[in-house]
């Protein structure tokens, strides 16, 4: 199965939660009335894409009315899908990758949302680019952290710094950053720890490794990606406020994409916090991890048939 199945597949929930809910709502009604814009809005809702983003796509549909692209409730979707892919698409960026290696990327979130698999995954995507990947183990916290990253760089034969449990992540992150110096590394990703978001100790902690890497390399960490949990849903939208504020936030990897009816949060994120998704994960696989494509989205969510 290719990626794309993949994804279709994994939106299946999310699918039946939000499209087949349209489908049942244009089954319902013979033309587009104040009574069936009211429907549609509480479907957006129930979806989980946002009262933000709802407002904004209530707004283009009438909009769309007005200037006469939706006649009948047959038009909604095929507008909606169209709307949603270029919503997506604005602002979205590909990965920044440093002029002069090594780029370094900053992983953060709180525990349980698949951070550290998540490193895994894209050392293993970048690896099998042609890439020399570093993996600093900066999760200092969390012994189990460590030999789940380490498992990860034996996997993906990628090298790995770490220092003893309880160890300054900074200290850890330093010597990540010199020896992919030394060694002509092309990524540097760093996992961190993954406390309470709410914790001011672990927000200072983030900015002091941002620091320590911007002194040693200026312009990094070159991405800040967020891993969030599709599966939270609008908590996820709360994990990114904190997170952004702290670590300056560039993109967000949203996992278990393929476990939940809540995949609308990902429009959300977009709207609410001018952050784009960067990569999606729809599966346990090391190659489910993919950058996210708006127009696959898209078309998952709103298929032909």
């Given amino acids: 199965m290719g990626f794309f199945d993949k994804l279709k597949t994994g939106l299946d929930k999310t699918r039946k939660n939000f499209t087949n809910k349209i489908d049942q709502l244009i089954t319902g009604y013979a033309q587009i009335d104040e009574e069936f814009l009211e429907e549609l809005e509480a479907v957006l809702i129930s979806a989980d894409v946002g009262i933000k983003t709802t407002m904004i796509l209530m707004d283009k549909v009438r909009q769309g009315i007005k200037n006469k692209e939706i006649n009948s409730p047959d038009d909604l979707k095929p507008f909606l899908r169209q709307e949603l892919t270029q919503f997506l698409i604005e602002g979205v960026e590909p990965l920044q990758l440093a002029e002069n290696p090594p780029t370094v990327i900053l992983v953060v979130g709180v525990n349980g ?142 996992t278990k994409l393929d476990g939940t009816a809540k995949g609308g949060v990902v429009i959300a994120i977009k709207t609410e916090l001018q952050i784009p998704v960067k990569w999606i994960g729809v599966g346990e696989g090391v190659s489910d991890l993919r950058p996210f494509n708006p127009e696959e989205f898209a078309s998952a969510l709103f298929p032909d048939k």
């Fill in 113 to 254: 949302v698949g951070k550290t698999t998540t490193i895994g995954k894209l050392a293993h995507y970048y690896k099998e680019q042609g890439k020399k990947v570093l993996l600093a183990a900066a999760d200092t916290f969390r012994a189990a952290a460590v030999e789940q990253l380490e498992i990860w760089s034996d996997r993906s034969h990628v090298d790995i710094v770490k220092h003893e449990e309880g160890a300054d992540p900074a200290a850890v992150v330093y010597d990540a950053v010199q020896a992919a110096k030394a060694r002509k590394t092309d990524i540097v990703i760093i996992d961190t720890a993954g406390r309470l978001h709410t914790k001011s100790n672990l927000m200072e902690e983030l900015k002091k490794m941002c620091r320590v890497v911007n002194r040693e390399i200026p312009g990094a960490p070159h991405e800040t990606l967020l891993v969030l949990d599709a599966t939270t849903g609008q908590n996820a939208i709360n994990q990114a406020k904190i997170f952004g504020e702290a670590a300056g936030v560039t993109g967000v990897v949203l």
